[in-house]
């Protein structure tokens, strides 16, 4: 017997392709395979579609719309170098320190920021995972079906984290993590 409050075996296996065509950007299909992922986190066809909307492809396209650092003051000096190291390759990335003017209200600028930009990269360390306005910072990019590219500057425990991207480990070798970043980013590396 099926009442209306139950679903059925073939809403269970519901077509991943079918319930993301109803949405016209990848944001917002992002934000429904999130939603569904929250209450079928093993469902074998969403996870085709998380696969289809973090390719390399949605990663290039997500940075077009603009890059955004996030990082804790712990992290600072090493987010500053992290930006340098972008724009000597050509890659532009919004951070606060350098790119807020000084006319601006500085969390007025954060917030058009991150609303502008498609891709956050997120310098992840212990101190990162404490910092409540940086975990809020994550969350609001990823609520909002944006792409999350943790950065691991220093090893710590992202087991409790939900970014479907896998980070780049800079733990060990900056310019191999830069290496590896930009080679994603625009599939070519400036020497």
């Known amino acids: 017997m099926n009442n209306r409050g139950q679903k059925t075996n073939s809403d269970d296996s519901l077509n991943v392709d079918e319930m993301i065509s109803r949405f016209n950007s990848p944001e917002q299909k992002r934000i429904a395979l999130r939603k569904a992922m929250n209450t079928r986190p093993d469902d074998t066809y ?3 579609g998380v696969a289809q909307l973090t390719s390399a ?10 890059i955004y650092i996030s990082y804790t003051r712990a992290d600072e000096l090493f987010a500053f170098n992290l930006r340098e190291a972008l724009m000597g390759q050509e890659l532009f990335a919004w951070l ?35 910092d409540p306005a940086v975990n809020a910072e994550r969350e609001f990019f ?4 944006k792409l999350v590219m943790p950065l691991i500057h220093q090893r710590c425990d ?12 800079f733990s060990h070798d900056f310019d191999l993590g830069i290496y590896t970043l930009t080679l994603l980013l625009r599939d070519n590396y400036k020497k």
């Not at 492809?57 to 603009?66: D, N, P, V, Y």
């Not at 990823?142 to 079906?145: L, P």
């Not at 992202?158 to 480990?169: E, G, H, N, V």
Request: hydrophobic residues 40%; negative net charge.
């Open 46 to 48: 969403l996870k085709k």
């Open 57 to 66: 492809t949605e990663i290039r396209r997500s940075a077009g719309q603009g």
């Open 96 to 130: 606060d320190m350098t790119d807020v003017d000084e006319e601006e209200e500085w969390h007025v600028a954060v917030k058009n920021a991150m609303r502008r930009s498609g891709l956050m990269l997120a310098v992840m360390s212990p101190s990162a995972l404490k």
């Open 142 to 145: 990823a609520e909002q079906g």
């Open 158 to 169: 992202m087991s409790a984290t939900r970014y479907w991207l896998m980070p780049i480990d």
